[in-house]
């Protein structure tokens, strides 16, 4: 009877301390479901070729994918080190605007879905990183602009 209680009050002791550390690795910036939608907001057309860029550095860790297209619909997502920033910083950062009403007239603003947090931890970036490559943007467009 004493061993269950030991044994019990050990695993809630254990699950006090690392539940706590196992929320707090995660993104705070977007998930996968994020990403997605910054993308249906740019009204892409599959029958259009994609043009943008991409990049992936799992070793830093950082990702960048944007395109656009050819009605000024944009999609953008980084996340990594941000030098231009004053002060550089962690950074992961999400973009996209609907193309409607942007350049033509400048009065009516175009739908934007952005999210922009700064000072992440390196845990986060790989979080935020992990998300990106989870995401459907990420595997049918901005994978293949890395060939």
Not at 38 to 56: K, N, R
Not at 138 to 145: D, N, S
Request: with cysteine; aromatic share 10%.
């Amino acid at each position: 009877m004493k061993s269950s209680i030991f044994l019990n009050t050990t695993f809630l002791l254990i699950a006090l301390i690392f539940a706590p550390l196992q929320a707090s690795a995660g993104c705070p910036a977007f998930i996968s479901s994020m990403v997605d939608a910054a993308m249906l907001a740019t009204e892409y057309s599959q029958s259009e070729p994609v043009e943008g860029e991409a990049m992936d550095m799992p070793s830093e860790p950082m990702i960048y994918c944007n395109f656009s297209n050819g009605d000024d619909g944009y999609f953008e997502v980084f996340v990594g080190f941000l030098e231009e920033h004053e002060p550089p910083t962690n950074a992961a950062h999400l973009l996209g605007r609907h193309p409607d009403g942007f350049l033509d007239n400048p009065s009516v603003y175009a739908t934007q879905l952005r999210t922009l947090v700064l000072n992440l931890t390196e845990a986060e970036l790989r979080a935020c990183r992990a998300q990106v490559l989870a995401s459907f943007t990420w595997k049918q467009y901005c994978k293949p602009l890395l060939q």
